[in-house]
Structures are given as C-alpha cells and as structure tokens.
C-alpha cells in the first residue's frame, strides 16, 4: 500500500547556502573581487508524506532568489542582528532570472576622482575671488560678500579635504580587513576539505585493515 501524500503550499520555502569558488566577481558593499564567496537560494518546496515520516524537498522547482555573499558578509549576517539597514548582498538571480552585473569603479579610483573635482571646484572658487577683488570697487556689501566666499574656500581646504582623506583611510583600512577575511575563508576551505579528504583516506585504511584481520582469522 502506497502512502504517499505531498503537500504543496505557497509559504513552503528552504534555503539553500553553498560555496562558490573559480568565478571571479565584484559584490555590493565590497570593495574587492571575490575568487570565493557564498550562494544562497531561496527555493518553493513541497512536502511529501511518505512511511511515515516528513520528506522536504525543492525538486523542479525555480529559486525566488538567488544572492551571493563574501565570507565576511556572511560572518556579519548572521552575527549582527538589528543593526542598521542590513548586510549587502548581490542579487544574481530573481524567479530563476539572471540580474545584469554590476561592475563598480575601484575604490582608490573613486576617491582619486572625489579629491580631483574637490580640489577643482576650491580652485575655481579662488580664482572667482580673486577676480572680484581685484577688478571691483570694493564696498562694504561686496566686501562682505568676499569675506563669506573667502571663510567657503578656506573651509573646503581645512575641513573638507582632511575629510576625504580620513574616509580614504579607513576605506582602505576595511579594504584590508575584507582580503583578509577572504584569504582566510579560502584557506579555511582548504583545510576543511584537505582534513575530510585525509579522513576518508584515514577511514578506507581502517576498514581495508579490518577486512584483512577478518580474513585472517578465518
């Protein structure tokens, strides 16, 4: 007698996490490329009722949404609850659809741009206020006008550059921390698999030695 029952429901869901090693992209909120990073789907599931006992499953079905994370995003999502928006991830796929890659533009590259338009506006800023100065007669209206154009140029050069320069910093700072944590999850894999590839080279070797004992001994 068959007792088979599945169970179809539209709030039946599993998620799936791998690893993901070879493709090389870029992901949001990440300011490096990623050679090994983690997928997780969100799949339709079914739920089969068969010998008595639950079987749960994704078979044929299409992923709601596929994203892909670093290991640091990772290691931040599920160790950081309630704080602040959110981890990023990057979408790869929606109802099995592929999403156009993102290609950023390098951070030093980011910044070298802000500071470069930053610098280039401070210097037009001068060069205006020099030629009122120099071509106007001074009143005490455009007086004060140079004055507050002069105290703007000076506070894009004392505060605002400093600015950028600290953001620089600990941009790269967290740059840094993200290659670590990439290497390090890379060679935290290979250790795992290199250890699990000498136990079952270490457990063949004992069931080979045992079948040898039990032959002897008969």
Not at 172 to 179: D, G, L, N, P, S
Request: net charge neutral; aromatic share 8%; hydrophobic share 35%.
């Amino acid at each position: 007698m068959d007792d088979e029952n599945i169970i179809k429901h539209e709030s039946f869901g599993v998620l799936q996490v791998s690893k993901v090693q070879g493709t090389r992209r870029s992901l949001f909120g990440s300011s490096i490329e990623h050679n090994h990073f983690i997928a997780l789907r969100i799949c339709p599931a079914t739920l089969k009722r068969h010998l008595n006992r639950d079987w749960i499953s994704d078979v044929g079905s299409i992923p709601y949404i596929e994203v892909m994370m670093s290991y640091n995003q990772f290691a931040e999502a599920i160790t950081s609850f309630n704080q602040g928006s959110g981890t990023p991830v990057t979408i790869d796929r929606i109802n099995g659809k592929q999403v156009a890659e993102f290609v950023p533009i390098g951070k030093p590259e980011e910044f070298k741009q802000e500071i470069t338009s930053m610098l280039s506006n401070t210097v037009k800023e001068i060069s205006e206020f020099k030629s009122k100065l120099t071509n106007a007669r001074v009143s005490e209206k455009l007086r004060i006008e140079l004055v507050r154009q002069f105290d703007r140029v000076r506070m894009q050069i004392e505060d605002n550059i400093p600015f950028v320069e600290r953001q620089f910093h600990e941009q790269m700072e967290k740059t840094i921390v993200e290659a670590k944590s990439e290497f390090e999850g890379f060679v935290q894999g290979r250790i795992r698999d290199l250890g699990l590839e000498k136990l079952k080279f270490d457990t063949k070797l004992a069931i080979e030695s045992k079948d040898d004992r039990d032959r002897t001994a008969r």
